[in-house]
């Protein structure tokens, strides 16, 4: 069973940055997509970043030019660096990875979350 762990959140001002890392521990699996999605209460989650095992990556229209996520398969983590930061990407930020092993079972895990808050 694996499991998500997500750190990298705080506290930080309008322009300020923030890089979330989110490791795997446990995953017996090959991972596929790696992904960062963040929630505001009273709103729907929404997709952040993505990014593929071939390293094909993807933006929220929201973030493009400021945020971007990396991997690292030999350390199974994701990172978000996240430049020029506004209030409105205050939110709970989670990861998700999605994979699959040799007998083409799938895997879908979720990390419990980071929350990162821009104030002024």
């Known amino acids: 069973q694996a499991q998500l762990r997500e750190s990298g959140g705080g506290l930080v001002q309008p322009g300020g940055r923030l890089r979330l890392s989110c490791v795997a521990s446990?995953?017996?699996?090959?991972?596929?997509?790696m992904e960062w999605y963040r929630r505001v209460p009273g709103k729907e989650r929404e997709l952040v970043s993505r990014?593929?095992?071939?390293?094909?990556?993807r933006y929220a229209d929201s973030v493009k030019g400021r945020f971007t996520t990396s991997r690292d398969d030999s350390r199974d983590t994701v990172y978000l660096q996240m430049n020029s930061l506004k209030p409105e990407d205050t939110a709970m930020y989670y990861c998700?990875?999605?994979?699959?092993?040799?007998?083409?079972?799938?895997?879908?895990?979720w990390g419990d979350g980071t929350q990162v808050t821009v104030f002024s």
């Open positions: 998700h990875m999605e994979g699959h092993d040799s007998w083409d079972n799938e895997y879908d895990y």
């Open positions: 446990g995953a017996n699996f090959v991972i596929d997509d």
């Open positions: 990014i593929t095992s071939s390293g094909y990556t």
